[in-house]
């Protein structure tokens, strides 16, 4: 596993403790980028609401970045996004059903639905009552 090392963009950057990234997902993203012939092109995460836990991530491959987004060497995330997966793993993995992107270890989540796509957030309330 490496750690994410955010490289120099016009956007602002990704600390090096925001998320991690596997070798794995690091293979994945060069890979679809040669497909593509682009490289250019980076790992769009994002959290959106549904899934069967309240809250799902997505993925997809994408060169536009807004004000808003967190730019690092290989992924693009938007502020709002990275409150829900900070200190995650994101990998790639290949297994006989399926192979894809995946936020792994993630200290947000509560609980994750067993595809693991969605998840549930912490309450970090003091009070729960």
């Given at each position: 596993m490496m750690n994410f090392f955010a490289k120099r963009f016009h956007r602002r950057m990704l600390s090096t403790d925001s998320i991690l990234i596997t070798k794995?997902?690091?293979?994945?993203?060069?890979?679809?980028?040669?497909?593509?012939?682009?490289?250019?092109?980076?790992?769009?995460?994002?959290?959106?609401?549904?899934?069967?836990?309240?809250f799902q991530y997505e993925f997809k491959m994408d060169d536009q970045q807004s004000t808003d987004n967190l730019i690092g060497s290989e992924v693009i995330v938007d502020e709002l996004s990275l409150?829900?997966?900070?200190?995650?793993t994101i990998d790639y993995k290949m297994e006989m059903i399926q192979s894809s992107f995946a936020v792994t270890n993630n200290p947000q989540s509560e609980s994750a639905c067993g595809c693991g796509s969605s998840f549930a957030l912490?309450?970090?309330?003091?009070?729960?009552?």
């Open positions: 794995s997902c690091i293979n994945k993203i060069n890979e679809l980028r040669a497909m593509q012939n682009d490289p250019k092109l980076k790992l769009r995460i994002f959290v959106d609401s549904g899934g069967c836990s309240g409150e829900f997966i900070k200190g995650s912490k309450s970090f309330g003091k009070d729960s009552n």
